[in-house]
């Protein structure tokens, strides 16, 4: 057998081309930073993995990166006792939620486990390579073959202010209910979709609850969600799920803090509640769960810690009649790739998983992710499946370098005061 061990680790920062997409925190930047991560085994085989870009989780890949050589990638447990070691010294890591990136607490073993996300799917690709078999075969084999996704709506402007479009972005606005519905028309022309998920927390919520009426009409009987990113107050999150219940597959996240989610829960009639904000680390299940908080849970293998802890929580969710699904940041194919091969793995995902990858015109691979009726057939060739397409790599990586260091950060507020400099990142709740 080739030799396991890590011989080199490359990390390469990118730039890549984001629409004018709106949230409650602001807008996307033109340019959203991501990492992508290469593993070369002294036998000669890489494995890649991708994972956030900003300036704090790239200082800790470095960090990380040089401890790295002379390990083995099948020692998965030992990658997390690497990153546990990692220093923090410089990085806010408080407790307090990090809603402008929306990935819920900063504490950190969460910051460590962002860091060892992409470098564990990067040493499970390379496994897979040197063993010929496929990620989801080292997760313990798959029990589908394809993994359903849901079209991810977003209000929008045509172009980010100043009039830039990004590269390969031909969709226009969407500002009021007939723009929302004809871009829904276009993901579901596009690549099958079959379910839904607005992005709300944008407008008033009357206009939102608009906006999902438009596409129940327009889509009868299709799974519809709505997330306003901890938007709103108990009470508009009640007035919400009373006006929508008959309609929602469940309401993500409409307001903030495990307390506020029980009482929501508590009351809202039966309509299930999900989250990728108010539990995303282990120490947080507890109170929710038993609280009855969330009923519908979004992991990310990004800052859960990567694909095996992603499987561990959703054993997780099954002991407490959880159900689990996953949440979506800015990404490419290889974390879409990831993302698919463990849930394969993951009994009873019953709800579409997110993604923002139709919205990414750029990439990485040499041969885009393909998504047929809404779902992407899950690879059986070794490691992720996929492969770098170092010409776009490269080409990315000197839009980074060339940057006066404006958008090595996710800062969609920033990215709001180019339109409105008046704009102050709204206090919760909203509305």
Known sequence: MKDLTVAEVRLTPILVADPPLLNTQGVHQPYTPRLIVEVVTAGGVTGVGETYGDTEYLELARSFARRLPGHPVSDLNGLLALAGALPLDGHRTDGSVDV?????????????LSVVSGFEVACLDALGRTLGMPVHALLGGKVRDRVEYSAYLFYRWAAHPGGEAAAGDDWGAALDPDGIVDQARRFAADHGFGSFKLKGGVFPPEEE??????LAEAFPGRPLRLDPNGAWSVETSLKVADELRDVLEYLEDPTTGTPAMAEVAARAGGLPLATNMCVTTFPEIAEAFTAGAVQVLLSDHHYWGGLRNTQQLAAVCRAFGVGVSMHSNTHLGVSLAAMTHVAATVPGLEHACDTHYPWQAEDVLTERIAFLDGAVTVPDAPGLGVTLDR???DALHRRWLADDGSMRDRDDAAAMRRADPRWKTPSVPRW
């Open 100 to 112: 402008g990136g929306l990935r819920g607490v900063r504490t950190a073993d969460k910051l460590r």
């Open 209 to 214: 609850v608009a906006a999902v009426r438009a």
């Open 391 to 393: 010409d776009r790599l």
